[in-house]
Every structure is written in C-alpha cells, then in structure tokens.
C-alpha cells in the first residue's frame, strides 16, 4: 500500500527460500565437495537480489525526502527482526559424512587414551586402580545451595517481569500520565533485574563459597535470565505502543505459557511462537546428554593429565619470562581442547537436547566458526544465541538511539559490553579479579576484528586466526591457572577489597 512493497511477503518469500535450502541439504550432503560451493553461490546470489529488490521497493523515488527520513528513523518492529526456521544444526548434518564423522571418533579415542594414562599411572604409583572423582566431587559442591538458588530465581523471572509488562500495558492505555507510568514501571523493572537477579545470586555464591563449577551454574543463569527477561520486555513494548497508537481494542499481551516456554527455549530472542517439530526423538535426547556426561569427564582428564601436574609444579618455581613462555605453550594442548569441548557439550549437545524435548525446530545454535578467515565472521558465528542478542538489542538499539554513523562506537560499546560481562563471570566464578580475558577481548580482539576483517578470504588468513586463537587459549589457561594456585600457596588472613584486585602470582614466589 501507498507505493510500498508488502514486508510480510517479502519475509515470506526469503522462509520460503531457506526451506527450500533445508530440503536440499540431506541431498548435497552426500555430495559436499563438489555442490557445496555451487549452492551456497546460488542461496546467496538470491538472497542478495532479494534484499535489493524489497529495498528498493519499500522507499520508492516517489516518496518524498521527509517521508524517507522518518521510515529510516523508526525502530523495526520486532517481528522484522530475527525470522525463526526449521532447520538442523550444522554437526548433525556433517556427522552423516564419514569423513567428517571419523575425527569425532579420533576425539573418542583420545578420552580413552586419557583414561588409560590415568589408571596405569595410578596403578603403578599406588599399586591398586585409583577410581575416585575427587576434582569433579569438589567443583560441583554444595548443590543443594546451587538448586535452591536457581529455583529462586527462576521463579522471579517467571512472576515479576511477565505480571510488571500485564500491569503496564493495561492501564497504559487509558493512563492520562503514560511517560509517569511508564518510568515508573521501568525503573521496577530495572531494580529488579539489577537487585533481584543481579546482586541476589552473586551474594548467594560469595556468601556461601560455593565451588568453581557450581558458581559457574548460578552466574550463567543469571546472565541468562537476565537476557531473557529484556528480550521479553523489549519485544512486547513495542507491541503495546503500536496498538495504542492505531486505537486498537485488544492489547497484545502474551499468555504466561509463551512466556514460560520462552524461559525454557534455546535462544535468547522472544517470539510468541516458533517452528516446532511434531515429534520427539527421546533417543537423540539421551544421547545429547550422554555427550554431554562424556564431554564433563572429557574435561576431567585433561586437567588432571595436562593441566595440574604442570601448574601444581610450576606454582612453586620462581617467576620468570622463560618459565611465562614455557606455560603459556604447554597450556596450547589443553586450552583448545577444553575450548573443543565447550562448544560441543554446550553449543550443539546441550541447546540440542532441549530443543528437542521443547520440539524447537531452529536449531542454528552456532555457524560454520572453524571456517572464518575473520575475526569479525568468528565472533557473529561462534555462539549465534548471545550473538542474535547482542545485535538485535545492543547494536541496532545503539544505532536507532544515536544514529547510523555511530557504527564504530556501538561495535566498541557492543564489545565492552561482552567482555566486561565474560569478565564479570569468570571473576565470580574463580573468586579473585585477573582481567586477562578482558584485556585480550578489548586489545587483541579490536585490533584483530579490524585487521582479520571480511575482507580477508585467502586459506592462510585462516591459518593466521586459529594461530591466533590457540596462543589466546594457552595465555588464558596459563594465567588463571598461576593465579589460582598462588592463593592456594599463598593465603592471606586478613585480605582487604586490594588483595582481591591484585594478582597474586606476580608476589607468591618472592614469598616463598
């Protein structure tokens, strides 16, 4: 209407043109090296063709300049922005290839090989099989503390934030002081995703000492109902406003059940609904979580094999630059791969497996990350869930609130954000501040996300990111790990807010 293509077919067209890419992929998976390339050309080159067509289409020259000024200006609607799709993750589909399928069995042979070295080491030193769990016992501690928390806080994100948007919306439209309103039930909302989901599990997990792992369960959920709970608030208001705007009767307000299943879902992107399956696979369920179980004892191996027999040792040498350089290398091994083992257990096991027992059938949890010659491509197809997150809500709303030239500035605020957030968990988590990961996502990571950019397509580019990646991952290990077993040597009996703040493995050694 009034000169403007129709958007709803314009985002049909493009669901039709990536179920037809889903119908073909059992048949070019079969054939991968000689189709691949063609077809992925193809889908672009249409999609591509599509995007210029419809944008040219819905700012036609007829409009006037002012016209076109304001259309630019509006924030998109919310269901103009991620388009949900039947489709299988990646692994899945590359696991029916052979070839590929064998290097999951090289990773399979390597944990039995771990397992091996463990038990005749054990064998031989204490002259009986050693069976005990004693890392994993201690990391996973105090899980009834870690229950209740998480069911407290579950249970908040279920009734605050869905009843505060109910309350809103229906007196915002009869409400004679809407901007009063409005503030008011932000600033609720905000204390409580500040106080309640914020302060309230960090105190839990200080106050109570809880172990590495178990910590890492309370923070991540509450960064993650955190996320849920602004995409919920965020898609819905605008929702509200448009109907009150166009003197609509009913208010759009969704039922507690879409915003239960919402909480529950693997993505961080509300929508009333979402392509569903029509069956469960409880057998695919059960084996996500077996791989899941493997994955967890996986990462036991290696750092009782790899990790500790070296940091245990190295804790109590003097600190030097050789002895810096030497960890950093032979913390290359183990840091890819306990970062191999994040993505599967987490990224493709873990989100798999609840998408299936919820029948959620858009399951592209993450892309093809171990293909980019870019950092830029890394990071947008790494974790596509908190990626869809951050740029719909940090990039775009950035964008729509200042401006369109303020590209480089939302980038940098998008990254300060992540980081700081990383940061934030890992600090919780490990019980001291080290801000190496945060340095190197804000140094390392700027610098290589403009350099590596995408433009850089070559092979070797590639080889030059995951160079990069690998002597990342040994810096990571090395560091926390020093800095982990120096306040195990080193304690101190009355620290102040400093010591926490201080590194201590940059002191231990001269103490003892």
């Keep these: 209407s009034l000169g403007r293509v129709d958007v709803d077919h314009v985002i049909t067209r493009k669901m039709q043109l990536i179920a037809e890419a889903e119908q073909l992929k059992p048949a070019f998976m079969k054939e991968v090296d000689s189709h691949f390339t063609e077809f992925v050309n193809s889908l672009v080159a249409k999609s591509a063709l599509l995007d210029s067509s419809s944008s040219a289409s819905l700012f036609p020259a007829s409009c006037s300049e002012k016209e076109l000024h304001k259309a630019k200006t509006l924030r998109a609607p919310p269901e103009h ?3 949900f799709t039947a489709r299988r993750s990646l692994l899945d589909e590359l696991f029916e290839v052979s070839h590929i399928r064998t290097i999951y069995h090289m990773f399979i042979a390597l944990l039995i090989v771990f397992i091996l070295s463990t038990l005749l080491v054990d064998f031989i030193d204490e002259g009986r099989l050693v069976l005990g769990f004693d890392l994993l016992v201690f990391v996973f501690g105090k ?3 870690v229950f209740c928390t998480w069911l407290c806080m579950f249970c908040a994100t279920v009734v605050i934030p ?3 948007f109910v309350w809103w919306a229906q007196g915002y439209c009869g409400s004679s002081h809407r901007v009063i309103r409005s503030l008011f039930y932000g600033m609720l909302f905000t204390l409580f995703q500040t106080a309640g989901l914020g302060f309230g599990p960090t105190y839990v997990a200080v106050s109570y000492a809880l172990p590495p792992a178990s910590r890492f369960i309370v923070i991540l959920e509450q960064v993650r109902l955190v996320m849920k709970a602004h995409s919920f608030v965020r898609e819905n208001v605008p929702r509200v406003l448009s109907s009150v705007k166009d003197k609509s009767s009913t208010v759009p307000i969704p039922r507690i059940s879409q915003y239960l299943y919402f909480l529950f879902a693997p993505t961080l992107i509300y929508r009333d609904n979402y392509p569903r399956n ?4 409880w057998g695919y369920v059960a084996t ?6 493997g994955s967890l004892f996986y990462a036991y191996y290696i750092f009782v094999r790899l990790c500790i027999p070296q940091f245990r040792n190295s804790s109590q040498e003097t600190f030097n630059l050789r002895g810096l350089v030497l960890c950093i290398f032979n913390s290359i091994l183990p840091g890819v791969l306990i970062l191999f083992l994040v993505f599967f257990a987490f990224l493709h096991c873990w989100l798999n497996a609840f998408a299936e027992m919820l029948r959620f059938a858009d399951r592209m949890f993450y892309k093809d990350w171990w293909n980019s010659t ?3 491509n890394y990071y947008r197809t790494w974790n596509v869930v908190v990626h869809d997150w951050l740029y719909y809500y940090a990039y775009r709303d950035f964008l729509w609130f200042f401006g369109k030239k303020f590209k480089a500035a939302a980038m940098l605020s998008v990254f300060t954000v992540s980081a700081a957030v990383h940061e934030y968990v ?3 988590c490990f019980g001291y501040f080290y801000p190496v990961l945060f340095c190197l996502f804000m140094c390392f990571g700027m610098v290589f996300n403009f350099i590596l950019n995408d433009r850089r ?9 995951w160079t990069s990646l690998f002597l990342g991952q040994g810096v990571i290990i090395c560091l926390y790990s020093q800095e982990w077993y120096a306040r195990q040597y080193c304690p101190m009996e009355n620290p102040t807010f400093l010591d926490y703040l201080k590194p201590r493995s940059w002191s231990c050694h001269m103490k003892m």
Excluded: D, T
């Design 457 to 465: 397509k070559g092979p070797i580019w590639n080889v030059i990111m």
């Design 162 to 164: 869905y009843n505060l």
């Design 374 to 376: 870019s950092y830029a």
């Design 288 to 293: 996500k979580f077996a791989q899941v179980l």
């Design 143 to 145: 899980f009834p503390v």
């Design 81 to 83: 922005g991620k388009i």
């Design 278 to 281: 029509p069956v469960i696979r």
């Design 426 to 428: 890992l600090s919780i």
